[in-house]
């Protein structure tokens, strides 16, 4: 999800570039399908079923698989793509590019050799600049300000403002946004704890964010308190960014969620550790906590015996001083 918000500019990028006269089709997994299709410069939007090519593979049908494989990618070339930017760069994401049979496919180099699939590849830059590799692809093709773009439909608007007008929350409440994918990436859950006491004090009602699988731990987090709400696992992403677009703030770590509020330029506080994806956000009223340790950042490689000592030196007294610093 990430990806695809720090993505989202790109298609209006082209758009620039061949004066509106061009077709853009965005790939993404099934999943995230609604978050470009409202997307004002997508034109077209294609799912890919990893999760039926996962369920294939895992019970071992593979004949049933290498059929999939081959429907898809005929799929793909009739649409007989003139360009494929490959925005991930990863080789699952350049060999989709492949895939399509586009004479020219644009993306990265990577260690997993995806240029391989490609017909120019870049060097990601070495930026912290937010999206720092989609506005250097960009830049490819249009010099135009790189404007990152998520579009919430009405209906969302309505059905968020119905969902907590019944639950007896006001324009006043602040999100927060703990899940991520990997542990090196989580703020510390006594952490969170204190730090949504600490909101309750001071007058704030606090929503939970967070996808299905993260139902039960926002539910422990909400800890029953009257002034949290948890809605993680009951709203889809669409509903989501509705309620991130009218947050008085949010605190998150690096997570899609979290950089959703920096699309919609809310007052937010990032708590980076392991990743830092960046530290400069086109955004005045964010702000990176972030513990600059020589171990750090350490991605995917943690060094200190899973202490992650680089979110444990960001305390929720810093964070909320933070927050207040932003009101």
């Not at 079923?49 to 019970?59: D, G, M, N």
């Not at 050799?113 to 250097?136: C, G, N, R, V």
């Not at 510390?188 to 731990?217: F, R, T």
Request: aromatic content about 10%; proline content about 5%.
């Amino acid at each position: 999800m990430g990806d695809i918000v720090m993505a989202s500019g790109l298609p209006s990028s082209l758009k620039q570039h061949f004066d509106n006269d061009v077709t853009i089709s965005w790939l993404v997994e099934s999943p995230y399908a609604a978050l470009v299709a409202g997307h004002p410069d997508v034109d077209n939007v294609i799912t890919w079923p990893k999760q039926e090519w996962r369920a294939l593979a895992k019970s071992r049908r593979y004949i049933a698989l290498f059929k999939a494989l081959l429907q898809f990618r005929r799929s793909l070339k009739a649409l007989q793509f003139d360009l494929v930017v490959d925005a991930q760069g990863l080789l699952k994401s350049a060999l989709l590019a492949w895939f399509t049979g586009a004479r020219k496919r644009v993306g990265f180099n990577s260690k997993e050799h995806s240029q391989w699939f490609l017909t120019e590849a870049f060097d990601k830059p070495l930026s912290d600049d937010i999206s720092s590799e989609y506005k250097f692809l960009a830049s490819k093709f249009s010099n135009s300000p790189y404007q990152l773009t998520l579009q919430v439909s009405e209906q969302d608007r309505i059905t968020v403002h119905n969902l907590l007008k019944e639950r007896g929350f006001h324009g006043n409440f602040i999100v927060i946004a703990p899940f991520t994918t990997r542990p090196q990436k989580h703020w510390l859950l006594p952490y969170w704890h204190e730090l949504i006491a600490m909101l309750g004090k001071d007058g704030y009602q606090v929503i939970i964010l967070g996808g299905p699988a993260d139902k039960n731990s926002a539910e422990h987090l909400a800890g029953g308190n009257s002034h949290c709400l948890s809605l993680a696992g009951s709203l889809n992403l669409t509903q989501s960014a509705a309620v991130i677009e009218r947050c008085a703030a949010l605190l998150g770590v690096d997570t899609g969620l979290t950089h959703m509020s920096m699309v919609y330029q809310r007052p937010t506080v990032a708590i980076f550790g392991s990743t830092r994806p960046y530290t400069r956000t086109q955004n005045p009223h964010a702000r990176i906590l972030y513990a600059d340790l020589s171990c750090a950042p350490c991605k995917r490689r943690p060094v200190c015996d899973g202490r992650f000592d680089c979110m444990q030196a960001i305390t929720p007294g810093q964070v909320f001083s933070t927050l207040q610093g932003l009101q």
